[in-house]
């Protein structure tokens, strides 16, 4: 990845963490980094946890087409080692905010 897509990947979750702010969310971790993948967004809103990937695309097409199973399954390990350190159960879901130019939307649990 070059210089250009990580600064533009930095700035769209830097743009979706205002998002979440804004409509109630509390931030709790940005890039929460593990051995087994990357969280982009912790967040929490009222009881239960989310862990929010983005994606962004300034090209036609949609951007929910990038979340691969593979990249699901990294996700779903990073969960497992965050909550295992916090030793809790909290109630949690993965959501997914896709950032197409100026549109921003939220699609909440996206795996069951």
């Given amino acids: 990845m070059g210089l250009k897509e990580y600064l533009f990947g930095h700035e769209s979750e830097k743009k979706a963490a205002k998002y979440l702010a804004k409509n109630g969310y509390k931030i709790l971790e940005l890039n929460y980094k593990t ?34 199973k593979s990249k699901l399954e990294k996700i779903i390990k990073a969960i497992d080692f965050y909550m295992l350190s916090l030793n809790s159960n909290i109630p949690y879901q993965i959501d997914l905010i896709c950032i197409n130019g100026e549109d921003i939307e939220l699609i909440e649990n996206i795996t069951y």
């Fill in 35 to 68: 051995k087994f993948g990357e969280i982009d967004i912790i967040a929490s809103n009222g009881s239960t946890l989310h862990f929010i990937e983005v994606k962004a695309s300034t090209k036609d097409y949609q951007t929910i087409y990038r979340v691969t």
